[in-house]
T-cell receptor
Framework: DAGVIQSPRHEVTEMGQEVTLRCKPI?????LFWYRQTMMRGLELLIY????????DSGMPEDRFSAKMPNASFSTLKIQPSEPRDSAVYFC?????????????FGPGTRLTVT | AQSVTQLGSHVSVSEGALVLLRCNYS??????LFWYVQYPNQGLQLLLK??????LVKGINGFEAEFKKSETSFHLTKPSAHMSDAAEYFC?????????????FGSGTQLTVLP
C-alpha cells in the first residue's frame, strides 16, 4: 500500500486566499483524522471522520475551516479566507477501527505558509 | 479525560549511550499506548504500541517500552543510541472503551544524539 497520500506537500498563499488540502487514506481504513502541527501549539486534532461522517469537529479553530469526506478514499480540508496564523504543517492520518489497536497512520503532511 | 505528559522537551545522549524518554499518562479506563517518531519534514511513524498482554513491548529500530500500570508510565528505551535516532518522539494514549478513536498526544521530546 502507498500509505496515506497528501497533496500538495507545500503550499504558499497570500492572506485572504482559499486553500484546499487533500488527503487519500489507506484503502480499507474507516477513520480519517486531520491534525495541525505548530511549534507553539504542538500537534492538534482538528476533526475526524468515521465511514465518511464527521464525528468530532471540536478542534476546528474557526468557521474559516471546513472539512469534507465525500467518499472513503478522499478528504479535503479547506481554509477560506486564509490568515498568516494558519501557517502550519497539516497532517492527515487514517486508521482501521476494528484492529483493536487504534493506531493511526500519518501522511507526510502539507506545509502551509500564508503571507 | 485522558492526558499524556512527556518529561523533558529536549534530551541529548551520546552515540552508544542508553536512550530513555519518559511518558506518563492519565486515563479513566485501561489505555492503549503508543510511541511515534517524527523525522524532520516527515509525518509521524508508529514505533510501537501496547494494547493488552505482555507489558514490555518491542518496536522498530531497537526501541522498546514498558507499560507500568502502578506508575501510569510508558517510558521508551533503547540500549544504544545511533545517530539516525535523532528525531522527535511522541507518546500517545487512547482509551479502549467507547466509540472514540482519537489519540491524545504528548507535547513531544526532541532527541539529539551527540557523536
Amino acid at each position: 500500500d502507498a500509505g496515506v497520500i497528501q497533496s500538495p506537500r507545500h503550499e504558499v498563499t497570500e492572506m485572504g486566499q482559499e486553500v484546499t488540502l487533500r488527503c487519500k487514506p489507506i484503502s480499507g481504513h474507516d477513520y480519517l483524522f486531520w491534525y495541525r502541527q505548530t511549534m507553539m501549539r504542538g500537534l492538534e486534532l482538528l476533526i475526524y471522520f468515521n465511514n465518511n461522517v464527521p464525528i468530532d469537529d471540536s478542534g476546528m479553530p474557526e468557521d474559516r475551516f471546513s472539512a469534507k469526506m465525500p467518499n472513503a478514499s478522499f478528504s479535503t480540508l479547506k481554509i477560506q479566507p486564509s490568515e498568516p496564523r494558519d501557517s502550519a504543517v497539516y497532517f492527515c492520518a487514517s486508521s482501521f477501527g476494528w484492529t483493536g489497536g487504534y493506531e493511526q497512520y500519518f501522511g507526510p503532511g502539507t506545509r502551509l505558509t500564508v503571507t | 479525560a485522558q492526558s499524556v505528559t512527556q518529561l523533558g522537551s529536549h534530551v541529548s545522549v551520546s552515540e552508544g549511550a542508553l536512550v530513555l524518554l519518559r511518558c506518563n499518562y492519565s486515563s479513566s479506563v485501561p489505555p492503549y499506548l503508543f510511541w511515534y517518531v517524527q523525522y524532520p519534514n516527515q509525518g509521524l511513524q508508529l514505533l510501537l504500541k501496547y494494547t493488552t498482554g505482555a507489558t514490555l513491548v518491542k518496536g522498530i529500530n531497537g526501541f522498546e517500552a514498558e507499560f507500568k500500570k502502578s506508575e501510569t508510565s510508558f517510558h521508551l528505551t533503547k540500549p544504544s543510541a545511533h545517530m539516525s535516532d535523532a528525531a522527535e518522539y511522541f507518546c500517545a494514549v487512547s482509551e479502549k472503551s467507547g466509540s472514540a478513536r482519537q489519540l491524545t498526544f504528548g507535547s513531544g521530546t526532541q532527541l539529539t544524539v551527540l557523536p
